[in-house]
């Protein structure tokens, strides 16, 4: 393993097992356009650029169960116990279809509390996803699509703030660049 490629966290294949304990799912949604138009993305993954402001620019929603304050900003604080699991997903406020943004490392903010594990990416193939029918709009088509989501454990009670590193990537697939910002969880 290279010195670069031990900095990033592997991607594993998602295999349930039947016993999965229960799921906090989180949607980040970023405005890209307004990013891009305010802040230049670093061209180097390793030192992404900060979004200070990013409560303008990234929107973060759980169910409201597992809210431990307001939602909707970049600061969600999530109420967990021990042992749930907590998956991110991201998209743009296009739904990915003129920018795309993809997760790509997590780091805890100052020192890891060891209250979540080490998130992880994991690949799920074969999703069948509804697409509406153009002949008949009651009866979607299904398509088979690839996800991916990062997912961790809560291990302990406390607070842990940690950041999320990302690229922009436009429809072409061209990397445009990359950010980063700090949000955190409460495990209860």
């Given at each position: ?5 031990a900095?990033y966290?592997e ?7 039947g ?14 356009e307004?990013?891009?138009d ?15 402001d ?22 969600l ?22 920018y ?30 509804p ?21 961790a ?6 607070e842990?703030?940690?950041?999320f ?5 436009d ?18």
């Open positions: 393993m290279t010195a670069v490629a900095e966290p991607v594993a294949l998602y295999q349930p097992t016993t999965d304990l229960p799921n906090i799912n989180v949607l980040i949604s970023i405005d890209v307004t990013l891009l305010d802040h230049r993305p670093s061209q180097k993954s390793d030192d992404p650029t900060w979004i200070g990013s409560d303008k620019y990234i929107s973060m929603h759980t169910r409201q169960g597992n809210v431990g304050g307001d939602q909707g900003g970049s600061e604080t999530v109420d967990m116990s021990l042992s749930d699991h907590i998956r991110w997903r991201e998209t743009t406020y296009s739904c990915n279809h003129d795309s943004v993809l997760l790509y490392q997590y780091a805890p903010y100052d020192q890891d509390q060891g209250v979540i594990s080490q998130p992880k990416c994991y690949v799920v193939q074969g999703l069948q996803i697409l509406p029918s153009m002949n008949d709009p009651l009866h979607p088509t299904m398509q088979t699509v690839n996800d991916y989501f990062w997912e454990t809560a291990l302990k009670k406390g842990q703030t940690y950041r590193y990302f690229m922009v990537v429809r072409t697939g061209k990397q445009l660049g990359y950010y980063k910002w700090d949000p955190h969880i409460v495990v209860q």
